[in-house]
């Protein structure tokens, strides 16, 4: 129990050490006391994951390689932000750990396909750079998400194997902490009644752990879609617009059936007529990992296409 507790508090650090990073230089979002740092920690989970993908094209994410991003990200958290922001981010963390930690206890097994697909994909991330055509060796390899680069790059020397089970219930308890916040603080009714039937949905019908998966996560990241599009239908921001296109472009990533949930974001910004205002640094951001991204699938699961002989 305390293992996990650990783990799951200094994984939610991390993540909201990268989330800070991640909302500061590329979505130009400014980190305040009122901000809800919940959300903060979905986008660290969501920077992460990028960086995973970028790293595994040149080297593995072996756990020392893992173990020096953690402590960039913490130092950058410790000599960036100001005192009353550490001390949320800690009190934050505190709460993410005690809730992630009582989720995976309460579960007595882990059954979703993880054993077949995710853990050996994970295993070949940790030890390995891009394997080109591997799914020449199984099909299980072409069944992944960038969720499994997230939950490699948190497998390192401090938070040993273990770790790679914990991203999944942190961005679940994340997100159900960012919709209590939304409810609390927004004056928007509509919003309310949206965050308070999106959060019963998840207590009532996605509350397994061991029922997750890829597809809890790339649910959750459509819902905050969905959410936000809601939050900022009135009084649409430039940084906004940012946040909004990301998070199109991470569902599909998470799950490419959702590639009719980013429409959302591009019918919103043609109705909003504001296409002109989304800033470089994300849409390089979009474009650089989307190519990275299909590229590194055609050459790990579209090689499939041009088997290897046997002799």
């Known amino acids: ?11 939610s650090v991390y993540f909201i050490s990268a989330g800070i990073f991640f909302s500061n230089n590329i979505l130009d979002i400014k980190i305040k006391n009122e901000t809800n740092i919940f959300k903060i920690a979905l986008y660290g989970c969501i920077f992460l994951s990028f960086f995973g993908l970028l790293l595994n094209y040149f080297i593995n994410l072996s756990k020392s390689i893992n173990i020096i991003i953690l402590i960039t990200f913490l130092i950058y958290l410790i000599i960036s932000q100001k005192k009353y922001l550490l001390k949320k981010v800690f009190t934050s963390s505190i709460l993410i750990a005690g809730c992630c930690s009582f989720l995976i206890i309460s579960d007595n097994t882990y059954r979703p396909d993880a054993g077949l697909y995710h853990l050996p994909y994970i295993n070949i991330l940790n030890t390995e750079k891009i394997i080109i055509g591997i799914s020449n060796i199984h099909f299980r390899f072409g069944h992944t998400s960038i969720i499994q680069y997230l939950s490699a790059i948190n497998n390192n020397w401090i938070f ?11 961005i679940y308890i994340c997100f159900l902490f960012y919709l209590i916040y939304e409810i609390k603080f927004s004056t928007d009714k509509n919003l309310i009644f949206f965050n308070f039937l999106i959060l019963s949905f998840l207590c009532l019908k996605l509350n397994r752990y061991s029922d997750f998966g890829n597809d809890a996560p790339a649910h959750i990241y459509y819902f905050l879609l969905t959410s936000l599009a809601l939050k900022y ?6 940084p906004n617009m940012g946040e909004m296109g990301i998070l199109s472009a991470y569902l599909v990533y998470n799950k490419i059936t959702l590639f009719l949930g980013s429409l959302v974001t591009i019918i919103f910004f043609v109705f ?11 849409v390089i951001f979009i474009l650089l990992f989307t190519f990275i991204f299909f590229t590194k699938n055609f050459l790990v699961s579209g090689c499939a296409a041009f088997p290897i002989k046997k002799t």
Not at 233 to 238: G, S
């Open 272 to 282: 909003k007529k504001k296409m002109n205002f989304l800033k470089i640094k994300p």
């Open 160 to 170: 040993s194997d273990n770790s790679i089970l914990l991203p999944t219930a942190i």
């Open 1 to 11: 129990m305390f293992e996990i507790y650990f783990l799951s508090f200094l994984t």
């Open 233 to 238: 239908y009135k009084k649409l921001e430039i």
